[in-house]
């Protein structure tokens, strides 16, 4: 049996014969985890890579509540969607069924509707209704 333990989660392994087919089985543990188990044929020893899982994080700069209305209310309009669709702030544009070509029509709609010039890297990192009304917010703060 192996283990370590420091600041990072505990990790253990034990490993245990099998009579069949001489092949062990290892269960490896790591702390607050379920259980792992790793066959290993015929090898003295068995080796493993833990790759941590990718982190979910969402930033908002928190538009203001009638920003992300208006620009729910253009992508609606650009994208000609039913009256009774949803739009929110998680909303992505692919997702509501927009091409390149509306992604473009939807800034230029924006920045029609609130006075201010995208830049065309700016405008290739929106991908949601959210991120569009972050960057309006902080165009028209450098105004």
Do not use: W
């Amino acid at each position: 049996m192996a283990a370590t333990a420091g600041a990072s989660p505990l990790i253990s392994m034990h490993s245990r014969p099998s009579h069949s087919f001489q092949h062990g089985l290892a269960t490896l543990r790591v702390s607050g985890l379920k259980p792992v188990s790793l066959s290993f044929y015929g090898r003295s020893s068995l080796s493993f890579r833990m790759r941590p899982l990718p982190v979910r994080l969402q930033v908002s700069c928190a538009a203001k509540p009638e920003t992300v209305e208006k620009v729910c209310n253009i992508v609606k309009k650009q994208l000609a969607l039913p009256d009774d669709s949803t739009v929110t702030g998680e909303s992505k544009f692919a997702a509501l069924g927009a091409d390149s070509l509306d992604t473009v029509e939807i800034v230029m709609g924006l920045e029609e509707e609130f006075g201010i010039s995208v830049e065309e890297e700016s405008a290739q990192s929106i991908a949601t209704v959210q991120d569009a009304a972050d960057l309006i917010e902080k165009l028209i703060e450098k105004k």
